[in-house]
């Protein structure tokens, strides 16, 4: 049995960055995506990427606050 984790749907992203505000502030209570453990970025043709960083600890806030469904968990 593999393990759950999240994964992003480019397709969806809007790169809003509602997961990156919303993971910093359950974690830091600010409003900070600097600090936040999920990183959206473009690359120079305009897609979106996301980035899991190592201090993630699954907690979904990011999944539930996507408004677009980019991030799933599964």
Same mark, same amino acid.
């Given at each position: 049995?593999?393990?759950? /984790? !999240?994964i992003f749907?480019? %397709? ?6 509602t997961?990156?505000?919303?993971? =910093? ?8 995506p600097?600090?936040a453990?999920? /990183? !959206?970025?473009e690359?120079? %043709?305009?897609?979106?990427?996301a980035e899991?960083?190592d201090?993630?600890? =699954?907690?979904l806030?990011?999944v ?9 968990y599964?």
């Amino acid at each position: 049995m593999s393990q759950k /984790r !999240i994964i992003f749907v480019p %397709e969806n992203c809007r790169i809003c960055r509602t997961c990156q505000f919303m993971c =910093s502030f359950h974690h830091f209570h600010e409003f900070n995506p600097s600090k936040a453990f999920i /990183r !959206i970025y473009e690359d120079e %043709e305009g897609n979106p990427h996301a980035e899991i960083l190592d201090g993630c600890d =699954s907690c979904l806030k990011c999944v539930e606050s996507c408004p677009y469904g980019a991030l799933r968990y599964e």
